[in-house]
């Protein structure tokens, strides 16, 4: 029904950026809050940035909240995440979801990427 595709994943030096892109199809992008996770080897999914339905709300994990910036462009169906001054923390495979609470939230998404590849060497 809706498809969430994620590009903009690499390698990256710590203390470079990475600009993360997720194309969402279908009728009502605009009525998603949309979020971003990630999830490192062994390590459970967690939390990383999420935004409301126009834009002008966002929440960030504290681990995140200086470095990352989330975005949405709700005419071209895109929602982004900044990444800048990478470490080798923040190595991990980056999700894209949406939700169709009204609410930002940080879990209980309801449509889920595939995920790209972030790999910062130090």
């Known amino acids: 029904q809706v498809q969430l595709v994620e590009s903009g994943g690499g390698l990256v030096q710590a203390g470079g950026s990475l600009r993360l892109s997720c194309a969402v199809s279908?009728?009502?992008?605009?009525?998603?809050?949309m979020g971003w996770f990630r999830q490192a080897p062994g390590k459970e999914r967690e939390f990383v940035a999420a935004i409301s339905r126009s834009g002008l709300t966002t929440y960030y994990a504290d681990s995140v909240k200086v470095r990352f910036t989330i975005s949405r462009e709700n005419t071209k169906k895109t929602v982004y995440l900044q990444m800048n001054t990478l470490k080798s923390e923040d190595t991990a495979v980056y999700y894209c979801a949406a939700s169709l609470s009204p609410t930002v939230r940080t879990g209980d998404y309801d449509y889920w990427g595939q995920g790209t590849q972030v790999t910062v060497s130090s």
């Open positions: 279908g009728r009502t992008f605009s009525s998603y809050v």
